[in-house]
């Protein structure tokens, strides 16, 4: 926001409507650069949490009994 738009705000408006709006820009600005990150760090975690899965399931799906229910539906 240039100043002369400033000036024109609170010409028409008046200074605390103005800086009312200003103030609420900046947070909005604000508060959505944090939830962007916190979005950003909930995908990293859940794709960590699904290898850490993958990682768990791996070891446990070569056992004996998986071998064979995969041999039974493999015809």
């Given amino acids: 926001m240039s100043a002369e738009e400033i000036v024109s705000l609170i010409a028409n408006v008046g200074f ?3 800086l009312c709006f200003i103030l609420l820009r900046y947070i909005l600005q604000t ?8 979005d950003k760090s909930v995908n990293q975690l859940n794709d960590t949490i699904q290898e850490f899965d993958i990682i768990k399931i791996a070891p ?3 056992t004996h009994q998986s071998v064979e229910k995969h041999k039974k539906y493999d015809k």
């Fill in 60 to 62: 446990q799906s070569v």
């Fill in 31 to 38: 508060l959505g650069e944090k939830l962007d990150r916190l």
């Fill in 16 to 18: 605390p409507v103005s």
